[in-house]
């Protein structure tokens, strides 16, 4: 585990050692954050980037990736609507 002064002073090293041996940890406070790289990422993820920018979807792509609505009933219910007393009048 990297204290974070450790980690600013030999960041080259953090990173070839989050290329080469997996994730590091850097500790700050209490906190820790995990520094990985790009591959590990998409494999965690399963979102594959692409070039080193997020993947990005169409609006329509998106839509069509969601869940299937077949055999959902969308019809309206069309039984009469409830009376509610409002009191005054």
Same mark, same amino acid.
């Given at each position: 585990?990297?204290?974070?002064?450790?980690?600013?002073?030999?960041?080259?090293?953090?990173?070839?050692?989050?290329?080469?041996? %997996? $994730?590091?940890?850097?500790?700050?406070? %209490?906190?820790? @954050? @995990?520094?990985? !790289? #790009?591959? #590990?990422?998409?494999?965690? !993820?399963?979102? $594959?980037? %692409?070039?080193?920018?997020?993947?990005?979807?169409?609006?329509?792509?998106?839509?069509?990736? %969601? $869940? !299937?609505?077949?055999?959902?009933?969308?019809?309206?219910?069309?039984? $009469?609507?409830?009376?509610?007393?409002?009191?005054?009048?």
């Amino acid at each position: 585990m990297w204290q974070l002064t450790e980690a600013r002073k030999k960041f080259s090293e953090l990173f070839t050692r989050a290329m080469t041996e %997996g $994730p590091q940890r850097v500790r700050r406070r %209490g906190e820790i @954050v @995990v520094v990985i !790289s #790009e591959a #590990e990422f998409e494999r965690l !993820s399963g979102h $594959p980037s %692409g070039e080193g920018t997020a993947a990005k979807m169409s609006l329509g792509e998106f839509l069509l990736s %969601g $869940p !299937s609505f077949e055999g959902l009933d969308l019809s309206r219910d069309l039984s $009469p609507m409830r009376d509610i007393d409002f009191g005054d009048e």
